[in-house]
């Protein structure tokens, strides 16, 4: 989030100056992904990713266009994403009560937007309460729409009329993962800041590590930096930068000020906008706020101190103090490989210190400190190991288990849908058994013992008032039940996957004799040649271990053994069912979520969900419907190969419920197999020294299985609207292919639409297989097995 409102009034004062690209030649840039990203994905563009789902297919086509002209002119770019958030962020996001008064406000606040949802339209909306209130303000008109047209449309699907987007930036850490995937495989150099991106990048530059930054106006708050990039005008072939002594200079104010404003106004590391600004219009606060320091010299930190109302002053100047010391105690990656305070020295002296207590001191000229208050835990967040840190610069971990550490809150915050049906309720409610009490106590093992016993809570959004405690402490801990299970192959050249990994399985003789060491791996007394030595055995090691915490495999240490259960048998199965590697991944996601048997799948979603197939369908085809329910929910786990492109077809939120329940599965499993990884990293089982930093990302991150979004619904509506325009066009295929076509502008999105399809079918057959064995091991219903299995007939003979 920018400083509210200072853009556009730098562009209005003529203080953005313009360059050409070329002069950037041969230079290292240093970019800021969150600003980034909001250039791109303007309010215009993705308007309908929320109501599908996956990651925004568009940002490839900018970034490969983007990437095109850096190599033009031998750019070398480096992106940086921003880490956890500090206090004040945490809190303007809901984070500790997962976005329950937002979600409520959402749902009571909804018509009040405007057409665009815009953040500004309500004085003191969060961003993420105009995010939560678009959203419910387009399915509520999406159901509106749909109920007034159902009875008279028959097979032309009615398009929604509300978008699903708003003028607040996206929320990158939906798809970071995506992006540093898409990063790894064209060998671009990136970092994950252990929290402000635009801070990592003020170190970098003051390095030498890179030349220039491309990032938000919070630059500013830095003496270090004394220009930077701000907007790319790849057309043009020329940049737009600012110049801050140029800019403290024409605004007639000294650094003191402008961080005083800053801070009043809100901005990434203080969000709130204070009084007496919050009456004011978003869009000329920064303006209206400078005009109040030249004509009274107002002192936004005094004002604070000194408002008439009691409660708003206590609130208001914890918030400024905080944002201060923020700027002033904000820690970054170093070269040293350790997270350290962005010291006085490379932040330029921007601010001193009065008295001791200096986290809760206004920003001074007297000099600076190197004091560190001992509070500052507060302002940013408590300590995790530098090791952790380090795995998350690489992705490795993606962030939201390591939050839940130092604030002790882990947030489950609404999905697209609005996560109002209670089977995702209750897969929520169950996951903390499940998965969360073994990844906490996993991480929180190997570091600290504060962190052992510290109270780490599940908050749900849904129930914010009853938050489940979570098992950091077990007996024995969870790694020391699973630390014996080990996977050897020392093979250098095998990359991991889901599916070479069955086939290990399979190619062993005895799964006990292959996969369970005699001995403990972990100790420094172990030979370097008996620990994990390749980056396959390291992920194949920990994978077999969180199958075994999900109970697919079962050891005995005592009695050296190990064997699959009913539900690791069908896993195992899949390598002799020849299924197909590219759908392994999906197929597990579908088993664990089917383990988990809080919906089956024809069983409808209480409260109900409406359909977008047509009344006409329901009522003259209610087998066939059945079987479009079926098939559109197994495929929102599919793959599609797709072109970028801006979708602005059909939507079911029928479908997209599904998905979410299938997302949040994936989400867990993410979030166990990182944690399972990262136990057995820190206990010094896998050889550390032997990868460079790029052989950590590409043989290991960007091997990891879990870590893309889960697909959109795309590939399930066009299932779904081709059977029924087949079903009511007198089995016509023609017309059915010609109307998703159409729909789904697959011209330039789905060049192989045939192919597609084909793929499709091919992975509904192969997990009817998966379906039947575990029908017959008595892990779903027959009739679930026997009616799909008659739903990929209908597909088959309508395809």
Same mark, same amino acid.
């Given at each position: ?72 002119? %031998? ?33 009571? !606040? ?37 109920? !007034? ?7 032309? /699907? ?19 993962? +995506? ?76 650094? &003191? ?78 070269? !040293? ?35 560190? /208050? ?55 409610? +169950?996951?903390? &058994?499940?998965?969360?009490?073994? &990844? ?25 008032? %009853? ?83 999900? &109970?697919?495999?079962?050891? +005995? ?110 989400? !867990? ?22 990868? %460079? ?107």
């Amino acid at each position: 989030m920018p400083i509210k409102s200072l853009e556009s009034f730098l562009f209005e004062r003529g203080l953005v100056g313009s360059y050409p690209i070329e002069s950037l030649k041969n230079a290292t840039l240093g970019i800021d992904v969150d600003h980034y990203v909001s250039r791109l994905l303007t309010s215009k563009r993705e308007q309908y990713l929320d109501a599908i789902g996956g990651f925004p297919t568009s940002l490839k086509l900018y970034l490969e266009s983007d990437l095109q002209v850096f190599q033009e002119y %031998d750019i070398t770019p480096v992106f940086v994403f921003s880490g956890s958030p500090v206090a004040n962020q945490a809190e303007a996001s809901g984070y500790y009560t997962a976005a329950a008064a937002e979600a409520a406000a959402a749902a009571t !606040n909804a018509t009040s937007l405007g057409p665009m949802g815009h953040a500004s339209s309500t004085p003191g909306r969060t961003a993420k309460e105009a995010v939560l209130a678009q959203r419910h303000k387009g399915w509520t008109q999406w159901t509106n729409l749909l109920s !007034n047209n159902q009875a008279t449309y028959v097979d032309q /699907p009615v398009p929604p009329t509300e978008p699903f987007r708003y003028n607040v930036p996206l929320d990158t850490k939906r798809f970071q993962s +995506d992006l540093i995937a898409y990063f790894i495989s064209r060998k671009i150099r990136y970092q994950v800041a252990p929290y402000s991106s635009w801070f990592q990048l003020a170190y970098l530059l003051h390095q030498s590590f890179i030349d220039a930054i491309y990032g938000p106006t919070e630059l500013l708050l830095l003496s270090s930096v004394e220009k930077f990039i701000l907007g790319m005008e790849f057309p043009n072939k020329e940049y737009r930068f600012i110049d801050k002594n140029r800019v403290l200079k024409d605004l007639r104010c000294s650094m &003191e000020e402008f961080i005083d404003i800053s801070m009043a106004v809100g901005n990434d590391i203080q969000p709130y906008t204070l009084s007496p600004l919050g009456v004011y219009p978003t869009q000329q606060v920064f303006e209206i706020a400078l005009d109040m320091v030249l004509t009274s010299g107002t002192d936004f930190y005094a004002y604070q101190m000194v408002n008439p109302i009691k409660t708003e002053t206590t609130q208001s100047v914890a918030r400024y103090q905080k944002g201060v010391s923020a700027l002033r105690y904000m820690p970054v990656l170093k070269e !040293n490989g350790k997270v350290e305070l962005y010291s006085p020295a490379e932040r330029g002296e921007d601010l001193g210190s009065s008295g001791s207590d200096t986290s809760h001191s206004p920003p001074s000229s007297a000099g600076s400190s190197d004091v560190i /208050p001992n509070d500052v835990h507060d302002v940013v967040a408590q300590r995790l190991p530098h090791e952790y840190y380090f795995y998350r610069s690489l992705g490795l971990i993606s962030g939201k288990l390591l939050d839940a550490l130092t604030t002790g809150v882990y947030a489950e915050e609404p999905p697209l849908d609005g996560g109002s049906s209670d089977s995702y309720r209750k897969l929520v409610k +169950d996951s903390a &058994e499940m998965f969360k009490n073994k &990844e906490i106590n996993q991480l929180t093992q190997p570091i600290n013992r504060y962190y052992q016993i510290k109270p780490i809570k599940q908050v749900k959004w849904f129930a914010p008032d %009853d938050p489940v405690t979570l098992t950091n402490r077990a007996i024995p801990s969870i790694f020391d039940r699973i630390n014996l299970l080990v996977v050897r192959t020392g093979q250098s050249n095998l990359q991991f996957s889901i599916s070479q990994f069955i086939s290990i399985l399979v190619g062993a003789k005895d799964l006990s004799q292959s996969f369970m060491s005699k001995q403990v791996i972990f100790p420094n007394s172990v030979p370097q040649s008996e620990k994990l030595s390749t980056p396959f055995d390291l992920m194949a090691t920990n994978f077999l271990r969180a199958l075994t915490l999900l &109970e697919f495999f079962e050891s +005995d240490f005592s009695k050296g053994t190990l064997k699959p259960t009913a539900w690791g048998e069908i896993l195992l199965s899949m390598s002799k069912d020849n299924l197909d590697a590219e759908f392994a991944e999906s197929v597990f996601i579908l088993l664990v979520f089917f383990k988990t048997g809080v919906l089956s799948l024809f069983q409808e979603t209480t409260p109900a969900t409406p359909s977008a197939l047509s009344k006409a369908t329901l009522r003259s085809y209610p087998k066939e419907s059945l079987y479009i329910l079926a098939i559109t929910r197994v495929l929102s786990v599919f793959w599609i190969e797709q072109k970028p492109s801006n979708f602005h077809g059909p939507v079911d939120r029928k479908t997209l419920v599904f998905r979410d329940h299938l997302d949040f599965v994936k989400e !867990n499993l993410n979030d166990l197999f990182e944690a399972t990884t990262v136990s057995c990293l820190a206990a010094g089982e896998f050889d550390r020294l032997s990868l %460079d930093n790029f052989g950590w990302q590409s043989e290991i991150v960007g091997a990891m299985p879990f870590k893309l979004s889960t697909p959109s619904t795309v590939m399930a509506m066009m299932w779904e609207f081709y059977l029924q325009k087949f079903l009511h066009s007198g089995d016509s295929k023609a017309d059915a292919m010609s109307l998703v076509m159409t729909l789904f502008n697959t011209s330039k999105a789905v060049p192989n639409l045939q192919e597609e399809f084909k793929r499709s079918l091919r992975f509904l057959e192969q997990f009817a297989k998966i379906l039947e064995k575990l029908s017959k091991a008595g892990l779903c219903e027959t009739q679930d097995f026997t009616q799909f299995a008659e739903a990929v007939s209908f597909a088959r003979q309508a395809f």
